[in-house]
């Protein structure tokens, strides 16, 4: 079983819907590093005071069981809203009721303790779902009830769970870790890298709940505080106390990643807005498009593409199609040592000779998961497989699958194009997709990964869905690549895998992978793999990994090294 992460997510970072895209991005870091998520989340600001509020002056304090029952419903619906985010961003994610995981308490309905939880049942909803929202700070008393564990509760439900379920913990707050003082406050609060028991029950009171910090010692559970998205974290429950590089200052002071951004259509602008959500973390400097008029809003835009590649930026995303002038540019950035973010997969596959052996090791410089399967963690999980693969197989192209499903329900083919077209899945000229060759681009990708091995694109035999003259009902398009004695053997071709198997089961833009490897094990990945959220979210986890990777190389450095380290 992959390991498992619980994320905890409070009112302090999520205060209200519009501060979702920061749980999203943090749950898609775990997500795509392998592990299963329990995302744990509590009211948004301010909703269980109002909740509280109300239930008072309709009850004062006649029916506890009826207050625990209104007041957990603020929890629901951040968990509600959680969950539809991550499906807009084409996460395979669900809500997991307390009360069908089995999450037991004791206690009064308002300050009770979770007793239990059933793990099997958490086992199962994972199978088909890696991410699961649970709506934290209260779980179900012997009697079938809600009860509540207290203020601060969904801090226990985290810690709570992570015991039980043997994983990593990691509360999000608004703080990059714990300090010895308030930070807004005090401008010399030192921050511990890492706490003792006895220190964090003296300083971490007010930014932990207390039962859940004792709960945790009890167990000898340790876990982290730290802020979204961050490499920077307090590790509670260590040997002893250690502050920040042993120096009391805050890292407060670290500046944003500046970016230049090449191309603002579908996935551009999604990426343009995303960043501009993230002052502290990305800085756009510029965006190049081909004309400035379409873009009177974005006050950064610009028809000049060698601003991108000035001294003043750390990191170059290519967001446009076509093949030679975005390897152009991704060339002449890598030259001028720049970081480089592309979702431009034909552009990467076509000179994979040439760009490949930037993808990788300690001075990688190019990133492009979203080149392959959108918001499924393709490129990632064959990276850090521990034995070799056998084989590859699987459907890489969302448009496909949009135009195949409206086509079996009877629209006519350029009608199912059509509709793919207005939903934002297939380009104005669709060839590349509905011929296969996007698929093969992507296969070439996945293959190079998997196998170690360079195979042009060109080389692939390869069928599109535009090759199908008859009734479409089961068709997908399967890229597959396997290794033989002979060598590897690839193809991209329509097939009927069975209807209920895993491949079977995709629908619309979903991509699906399976991966076989030599000892027989299968490993399978779901997620949407076309449209504009699918994809930011996938460039947005490069930039944040570049980001985490350049604040690490910061705090173990010189301010010049650190200088050195972005680009300057």
Same mark, same amino acid.
Request: charged share 25%.
């Given at each position: 079983m992959p390991p498992?992460?619980? @994320?905890?997510?409070?009112?302090?970072?999520?205060?209200?819907s519009g501060d979702l895209y920061v749980a999203i991005d943090e749950i898609y870091r775990r997500f795509r590093s392998g592990q299963l998520v329990l995302a744990v989340v509590s009211a948004f600001e301010g909703i269980t005071d109002k909740l509280l509020g109300e239930v008072e002056a309709a009850l004062g304090s006649e029916c506890p069981e009826a207050a625990a029952a209104f007041i957990a419903t603020g929890e629901s619906q951040t968990a509600a809203l959680l969950h539809g985010s991550l499906r807009q961003y084409g996460l395979p994610s669900?809500?997991?009721?307390?009360?069908?995981?089995?999450?037991?308490?004791?206690?009064?309905?308002?300050?009770?303790?979770? +007793?239990?939880?059933?793990?099997? &049942?958490?086992?199962?909803?994972?199978v088909s779902s890696p991410i699961l929202v649970l709506p934290g700070f209260f779980g179900i008393d012997p009697e079938g009830r809600i009860a509540l564990f207290g203020r601060g509760g969904s801090d226990l439900s985290a810690i709570f769970l992570a015991a039980g379920l043997g994983a990593g913990c990691r509360l999000l707050k608004d703080v990059p870790g714990v300090f010895d003082a308030d930070p807004s406050r005090s401008a010399g609060a030192g921050r511990f890298s890492a706490l003792s028991w006895e220190r964090a029950i003296e300083v971490a009171g007010p930014l932990i709940q207390p039962k859940a910090l004792h709960f945790a010692r009890a167990r000898a559970l340790s876990f982290e505080v730290g802020r979204p998205n961050e490499a920077t974290t307090t590790k +509670?429950?260590? =040997?002893?106390? *250690?502050?920040?590089?042993?120096?009391? &200052?805050?890292?407060?002071?670290?500046?944003?990643?500046? !970016?230049?951004?090449?191309g603002c #259509? !579908?996935?551009?602008?999604?990426?343009?807005?995303?960043?501009?959500?993230?002052?502290?973390?990305? *800085?756009?400097?510029?965006?190049?498009?081909?004309?400035?008029?379409?873009? /009177?809003?974005?006050?950064?835009v610009s028809a000049d593409?060698?601003?991108?590649?000035?001294d003043a930026v750390d990191v170059v995303v290519v967001c446009f199609g076509g093949i030679e002038q975005a390897y152009r540019l991704i060339a002449a950035a890598l030259?001028?040592?720049?970081?480089? +973010? =592309?979702?431009?997969? &034909?552009? +990467?596959?076509?000179?994979?000779?040439?760009? @490949?052996?930037?993808?990788?090791?300690?001075?990688?410089?190019?990133?492009?998961?979203?080149?392959?399967?959108?918001?499924? %963690?393709?490129?990632?999980?064959?990276?850090?497989?521990?034995?070799?693969?056998?084989?590859i197989r699987g459907i890489v192209n969302g448009t496909c699958g949009v135009v195949l499903d409206a086509w079996a329900d009877g629209r006519t083919r350029e009608e199912a194009i059509a509709l793919a077209q207005a939903q934002g899945?297939?380009? *104005?000229?669709?060839?590349?997709?509905?011929? #296969?060759?996007?698929?093969?681009?992507?296969?070439?990708?996945?293959?190079?990964?998997?196998?170690?091995?360079?195979i042009d694109p060109v080389q692939i035999p390869t069928l599109g869905i535009d090759t199908l003259r008859h009734d479409p009902a089961g068709y997908k398009l399967i890229a597959r690549a396997t290794r033989t004695v002979e060598g590897i053997i690839?193809?991209?071709? /329509?097939?009927?895998? %069975?209807?209920?198997?895993?491949?079977?089961?995709?629908?619309?833009? *979903?991509?699906?992978?399976e991966i076989e490897l030599a000892n027989g094990e299968v490993v399978r990945l779901r997620g949407q793999g076309a449209g504009r959220w699918p994809t930011t979210v996938s460039v947005l986890g490069d930039l944040h990994e570049i980001a985490r990777v350049v604040e690490t190389s910061r705090r173990g450095s010189t301010g010049s090294d650190f200088i050195r380290a972005v680009g300057t």
């Open positions: 498992i992460q619980i @994320l905890k997510f409070g009112s302090s970072v999520l205060r209200s669900r809500i997991a009721d307390p009360r069908e995981i089995g999450l037991m308490a004791e206690g009064a309905p308002l300050e009770s303790m979770p +007793v239990s939880v059933d793990r099997a &049942a958490l086992e199962r909803l994972w +509670v429950g260590h =040997t002893r106390d *250690e502050w920040e590089n042993s120096v009391r &200052a805050s890292p407060s002071s670290r500046r944003p990643l500046r !970016v230049a951004l090449f #259509g !579908v996935v551009g602008r999604g990426v343009y807005e995303t960043l501009k959500r993230y002052p502290n973390h990305f *800085e756009v400097r510029h965006v190049l498009v081909r004309t400035v008029d379409r873009y /009177p809003e974005i006050p950064e593409p060698s601003l991108g590649l000035k030259l001028a040592n720049k970081f480089v +973010v =592309t979702a431009n997969k &034909a552009a +990467v596959a076509s000179h994979g000779g040439a760009l @490949l052996g930037h993808t990788y090791g300690a001075d990688r410089r190019l990133w492009c998961s979203a080149a392959v399967g959108g918001a499924l %963690p393709a490129l990632e999980t064959l990276e850090r497989l521990s034995s070799p693969v056998r084989e899945f297939a380009e *104005e000229n669709p060839i590349r997709d509905l011929s #296969g060759g996007d698929s093969a681009d992507k296969l070439a990708l996945l293959i190079h990964r998997a196998f170690g091995v360079w690839a193809r991209v071709a /329509p097939e009927r895998p %069975p209807p209920r198997s895993f491949l079977g089961l995709a629908r619309g833009p *979903e991509n699906r992978l």
